[in-house]
């Protein structure tokens, strides 16, 4: 069964650090999703990523966080200078296509930890 | 109201029992919604979906109350395997972004 794969699944970095997580999305989907999870809180959505651009995004995807296809397969979330508080499990996801009837696909997650 | 709520729990239940969860939606435009489930420190996985006014896959119910705004998962016969948290999550109109529920933890004892 295809499945969303990320890496690495743990980073350890500094505060104040970039970081660039990586997900290789499931081969025939079109759109692209980050969400975070924090500690013993909900799964909480970043952005959404569809031919070569941002389609949404929430309020907690600022000027330090980016998204790039970089080639045909990889999907990455960047975070410029990381913050204590950006330490949490961050999940890719893709879809086939959009609509509220398309089920999300997540990868198995990158737990980020900033010391 | 929060845009999706659900009670954190835990619920506590013996194997063979029938558990019901809840959860609130605030978007009254909300046309589908999916229950997630999530076991610990891994990725939600789509346990089912929901558009009309209900869903049936074995021994798991989904309902749907639109002029409530609320969906229940029920799920019959527990089994060991079933602990874990479930999340309800709400699509917005557009389908590329969801809103999850806090989760309700389910812990099914022998």
């Known amino acids: 069964e295809p499945e969303v794969t990320q890496t690495p699944s743990h980073q350890v970095t500094q505060m104040g650090q970039e970081v660039i997580l990586r997900c290789v999305p499931i081969?025939?989907?079109?759109?692209f999703y980050w969400y975070r999870q924090i500690l013993g809180q909900k799964v909480e959505f970043l952005v959404s990523f569809y031919n070569n651009e941002i389609s949404e995004k929430s309020e907690i995807f600022d000027d330090q966080f980016s998204v790039e296809r970089p080639d045909g397969s990889n999907f990455t979330l960047k975070i410029r200078s990381t913050k204590l508080e950006d330490s949490a499990m961050y999940f890719c996801?893709?879809?086939?296509?959009?609509?509220?009837?398309?089920?999300?696909?997540f990868g198995p997650g990158t737990r980020l930890t900033v010391t | 109201r929060k845009e999706v709520e659900q009670d954190p729990g835990p619920f506590n239940v013996p194997e063979g029992a029938t558990v019901a969860f809840n959860c609130t939606y605030s978007?009254?435009?909300?046309?589908?919604f999916f229950w997630y489930r999530q076991d610990c420190r891994k990725e939600p996985k789509l346990l089912m979906s929901?558009?009309?006014s209900g869903n049936e896959d074995g021994r798991f119910t989904a309902q749907l109350n639109r002029a409530s705004q609320y969906i229940s998962l029920l799920i019959r016969d527990s089994k060991l395997s079933d602990s874990a948290t479930y999340l309800c999550?709400?699509?917005?109109?557009?389908?590329?972004?969801?809103?999850f529920g806090g989760g309700t933890r389910l812990m099914v004892k022998p």
């Open positions: 929901v558009y009309s």
């Open positions: 978007n009254s435009a909300s046309q589908s």
């Open positions: 996801a893709s879809t086939e296509s959009t609509g509220q009837l398309y089920e999300q696909y």
């Open positions: 081969s025939n989907h079109l759109y």
């Open positions: 999550v709400v699509p917005n109109n557009a389908g590329n972004m969801l809103t």
